[in-house]
């Protein structure tokens, strides 16, 4: 199965060109995990760094889970692969850890986003706060830092398949 991606129109309005561009991202992560074990996604970018495609699929799961439900919406469902104890935890697996579980996580967080996003305009400010500052952030700043987010760990995921197996790409 080949992962699909579609860039925002280029005329689109604001908020369709915001959504656009994260989910575009995401579909990005997804295409480079794409046809790879669990070993595989596993495999770390380069010793001593613990850096993986599965990794870094589970800290999006925890990316997404903190900005959309923690900061905007005010809901701490709590961490999923971290703690205060490992703070990298979702970097840090095991053989018990599989795709399987990390994409559902994933997927369940990314829909969990959506349907909070749906219910703020770009300019409301959010209900809760993050965990390093006790400023309010609007919908339009936590989508632009989703874009970032994903599109600066993208390009890990780049050199972590090219590493893998040699497929390169955008």
């Known amino acids: ?16 060109m915001l959504e656009g561009w994260l989910d575009y991202h995401r579909r990005t992560l997804e295409s480079k995990c794409e046809g790879l074990d669990d070993a595989q996604l596993r495999t770390a970018s380069v010793e001593p760094s613990e850096l993986s495609l599965l990794g870094l699929v ?12 923690k900061v905007l919406a005010d809901d ?16 840090h697996l095991t053989e018990a850890d599989t795709w399987d579980e990390a994409y559902a996580a994933w997927q369940a967080e990314i829909a969990v ?44 995921a780049d050199l972590i398949r090219e590493r893998i197996d040699g497929a390169t790409g955008d």
């Open 58 to 69: 589970r800290h999006m799961t925890e990316v997404e889970r903190g900005w959309f439900r």
């Open 113 to 156: 986003a959506r349907d909070n996003a749906a219910r703020f305009a770009l300019d409301d400010t959010s209900k809760g706060r993050s965990r390093l500052t006790d400023t309010p952030f609007n919908l339009r700043w936590i989508y632009t830092h989703m874009i970032e987010e994903y599109a600066r760990h993208n390009g890990h």
């Open 76 to 91: 701490d469902a709590g961490p999923l692969y971290y703690s205060d104890e490992d703070p990298d935890g979702e970097f």
């Open 1 to 16: 199965m080949t992962i699909e991606r579609t860039e925002p129109a280029t005329d689109a309005g604001e908020r369709a």
